[in-house]
C-alpha cells in the first residue's frame, strides 16, 4: 500500500510538472483566440514540411483575420487618398513596391514598410494592413518594398534590396508627394530586421540616416535557446521549426547566421536615431526583441519599448479585430510622428 501511494504521489507530481511546463507558454486574449481559430480552421500544413514554393501557397494570418471580421462584419478599411503600385530600385534592378497615400495635402513624410516572412514566404498583399493603417494614422507616405526571397536569392539579397530602396525613396519622394528629408524605416518580424539594417548602412555610408526604425516583433539573434524560443517552440503562427526552416531557406552557409545583419546582437548599433520596438508575448522572437531594444539602449540610442500580452507574432496587422493590435499600432504612430517634428 506504501509503494502504490508513493507511485501515485510520483505520478501525480510529475503529471504536475508536465502540466507546468506547457503552461509556460501565454494564453492568447479573446480577440487573439478567434483569429487563432480560424487559422486552424483554414487546414495549412506546417511550413517547415514544405518547399517554399508551396508554403507561399499556405493559408495565412492575413487569411484568418478576414475571416473574423466577415464573420463580425467589419468590413470598414482606412480611408486613403490613393494605393499605388510603383517600381523602385533593388540592388540588381527594378523591384516592385506599394505606395499608400493618405487623405492630407503634401508634401508628407515617408515611411519605408518591409514586410515579415522570414525572408522567404509573404508579400505586400499578406501584410497590406499594416501599411494602410499606419499611413492612416500618421498621415504618412508608405512605401511597401517587395524586397527579393530565399531560396532563389539567397542571403544578403533581400538586404540589399531593403537599402536601394530606402535611398531611392530618399531621392524619389516628390514623385508620390513625400518629403525627402523626412523618411523613417518600418518592418515586421523579417522586415524589422531589414529596417535596422537599413539605419546602420546609412550611418556607415554617411547618407541621410532615417528619422525612426519602427521594430515589430524583429528577427534581431541566432540564439533559438532563449527563454521565448523555450516557451513558443510549439506556438502558432510562429514556432521554432518554423525559423529554423526560414533561416535554412535564406543562408549560404551556416557561417551567413553570424554574420551581424541577421544576428543584430553583434551589430553596432551606435548613433543610431530613436527607435521604437515591439514584442509579443506568445512569440519565439519575444526574448530577442527585448535584448535587441536593451543593447540599442546600451549604444546610447533613444528607445521606447513595449510587450503586448495575450497575443502573437503577426498581432500586430489585426487592428481590425484585435484590440492589442490597436493599441500597438497608436503607440507606433505616436513614437513615428514624433520623429518628423
Known amino acids: 500500500m506504501r509503494m502504490i501511494c508513493k507511485t501515485s504521489i510520483l505520478t501525480a507530481v510529475l503529471a504536475f510538472a508536465g502540466t507546468a511546463a506547457l503552461a509556460k507558454m501565454g494564453k492568447p486574449d479573446r480577440d487573439m483566440d478567434k ?4 487559422l486552424q480552421a483554414k487546414g495549412g500544413k506546417p511550413i517547415e514540411s514544405l518547399t517554399a514554393a508551396e508554403a ?17 462584419k467589419k468590413t ?7 494605393v499605388r503600385e510603383i517600381q523602385v530600385d533593388g540592388a540588381d534592378g527594378k523591384i516592385p513596391a506599394r505606395v499608400y497615400i493618405p487623405k492630407v495635402k503634401g508634401p508628407l513624410p515617408v515611411v519605408v514598410y518591409y514586410h515579415g516572412g522570414g525572408f522567404v514566404i509573404a508579400t505586400n498583399d499578406v501584410y497590406d494592413a499594416t501599411p494602410r493603417s499606419l499611413a492612416e494614422q500618421t498621415k504618412a507616405i508608405f512605401v511597401s518594398v517587395e524586397y527579393r526571397k530565399g531560396p532563389e536569392f539567397k542571403f544578403p539579397k533581400a538586404h540589399d534590396d531593403a537599402y536601394a530602396a530606402y ?8 514623385s508620390f508627394g513625400g518629403d525627402g528629408t523626412k523618411v523613417a524605416v518600418a518592418g515586421e518580424s523579417a522586415g524589422a530586421n531589414l529596417a535596422l539594417n537599413v539605419a546602420i548602412k546609412a550611418r556607415d555610408d554617411g547618407i541621410q540616416k532615417p528619422t525612426h526604425e519602427l521594430l515589430v516583433y524583429p528577427v534581431a539573434g541566432n540564439n533559438m535557446d532563449t527563454e521565448s524560443y523555450k516557451e513558443n517552440a510549439e506556438a502558432k503562427p510562429l514556432n521554432r521549426p518554423m525559423m529554423q526552416w526560414f533561416v535554412k531557406n535564406y543562408i549560404r552557409t551556416p557561417a551567413d547566421a553570424n554574420d551581424p545583419r541577421l544576428n543584430l546582437m553583434a551589430a553596432n548599433l551606435k548613433d543610431l536615431s530613436p527607435a521604437t520596438v515591439i514584442t509579443a508575448e506568445i512569440d519565439p522572437l519575444r526574448t530577442e526583441g527585448k535584448d535587441l531594444a536593451k543593447k540599442l539602449k546600451d549604444a546610447g540610442v533613444k528607445v521606447e519599448y513595449k510587450n503586448y500580452n495575450g497575443v502573437t507574432h503577426e498581432f500586430f496587422g489585426m487592428a481590425n479585430v484585435v484590440d492589442e493590435a490597436k493599441s500597438a499600432q497608436k503607440f507606433a504612430s505616436k513614437e513615428l510622428k514624433q520623429s518628423f517634428k
Request: glycine fraction near 0%.
Open 35 to 38: 483569429v487563432l481559430i480560424e
Open 56 to 72: 507561399r501557397l499556405q493559408p495565412t494570418p492575413a487569411d484568418a483575420v478576414k475571416a473574423v471580421m466577415e464573420k463580425s
Open 76 to 82: 470598414k478599411q482606412p480611408e486613403l487618398a490613393e
Open 167 to 174: 535611398k531611392w525613396a530618399v531621392l524619389n519622394a516628390a
